[in-house]
């Protein structure tokens, strides 16, 4: 290589080039298993009552403090964890995050998927491309909701990974849809019931309906218990591709669709549509693609559904296409900006309710 190419590599190297941002992707997947190696090791739970030297950090953690210097450099670096002074670490607020007791922890996130049989499944991407089957399945002869079933050490992490990430999106979306006035909200797919407790509590005075599988009812029963509103809510376990209560003012579906496919989903949507009075809303939380170019987190963790799983989001328009099948028509979307989104639908010819 003679020395004009020498000059002109490196100031591509050193530039806000396709080759320095090429590389800097390059370096994400490193860093993303840096995060979670010390997510695992609770770092940053350590530094809450302030900076550490490396030395103490590694002493509580477990680590070698020389490996642990040069992992939390670098993701200083990044801006998670600062170096206040030499080989002296504490948080930023990226590194808060990291923390067990932070209201929107990624702690447990990070953890469960640096565990092996979730990075091989990342590996082979490949195979789902090729295929349009789930890397997941391929590689570990399961579904992901099977194999962890079958592994009860993984369950707890599993489901604390899953749930509090999932809650604090789906609270994030319906605080931006106001609910003043709705009598009775049925929650199809109510989960644990945590969506269902903040809303109850947030308007005292309404009424809620649970459904979903009735293994999940206790540990609903246990949640609308501890927040004080159990007395306001009928709990009902049972399948929501058969049935749906009647005499919801708003049917809430709150991370249900993506796991559905197009026919499922459409089944959920029309038998909420057999039971709703005609001035009846459907609130569907649920991430929703935005078309073309525009970043948004959500086309990352739907790549992402798509080696786990077959699950699938959906833009506005598919949305509002299934919708249309069900015999509801799409009639705002409220939150854009946000991981999740409110998909609000009403009957066919119902009155307008954004």
């Not at 490196?10 to 840096?34: A, C, F, N, Q, W």
């Not at 990291?98 to 996130?109: F, G, I, Q, V, Y």
């Not at 599993?158 to 003043?180: P, V």
């Amino acid at each position: 290589m003679n020395h004009g190419t020498d000059v002109s590599y490196m100031k591509e190297l050193h530039s806000d080039s396709p080759l320095s941002t090429m590389i800097e992707l390059h370096s994400g997947v490193r860093i993303t298993y840096m995060l979670q190696a010390v997510a695992e090791l609770g770092v940053a739970d350590r530094l809450i009552d302030g900076p550490l030297p490396v030395d103490e950090l590694a002493e509580r953690t477990g680590s070698d403090a020389d490996a642990l210097y040069r992992v939390l450099r670098a993701l200083a670096g990044k801006g998670v964890f600062t170096e206040v002074s030499r080989r002296v670490f504490g948080l930023t607020s990226l590194a808060e995050v990291l923390r067990s007791d932070h209201p929107n922890s990624l702690r447990d996130a990070f953890h469960m998927h640096g565990q092996k049989f979730m990075h091989d499944a990342y590996v082979e991407i490949g195979h789902t491309i090729r295929t349009g089957q789930p890397a997941f399945e391929h590689v570990n002869g399961t579904t992901l909701f099977d194999y962890v079933a079958q592994r009860p050490e993984l369950q707890g992490l599993f489901g604390k990974s899953m749930g509090k990430a999932n809650r604090q999106i789906q609270l994030a979306a319906t605080e931006t849809y106001d609910l003043t006035g709705v009598k009775t909200l049925v929650a199809v797919g109510g989960a644990q019931g945590h969506v269902l407790a903040e809303i109850l509590t947030r308007y005292p005075g309404m009424r809620g309906v649970y459904i979903d599988n009735p293994r999940m009812v206790p540990a609903a029963e246990g949640v609308l218990s501890a927040a004080g509103v159990l007395e306001s809510a009928e709990l009902i376990g049972g399948d929501y591709l058969e049935a749906v209560p009647s005499g919801g003012d708003v049917y809430l579906v709150s991370h249900v669709l993506h796991q559905l496919s197009d026919a499922d989903t459409v089944t959920v949507l029309r038998n909420i549509r057999q039971v709703m009075a005609e001035n009846s809303r459907v609130l569907v939380v649920n991430a929703v693609i935005p078309e073309g170019d525009v970043p948004h987190p959500t086309k990352i963790l739907d790549s992402t559904m798509l080696v786990l799983g077959r699950s699938r989001d959906r833009t506005e328009a598919e949305f509002a296409e299934v919708l249309r099948e069900a015999g509801l028509r799409l009639v705002d979307t409220v939150g854009r900006a946000l991981p999740s989104s409110v998909v609000v639908a009403e009957p066919f010819g119902g009155a307008d309710h954004v």
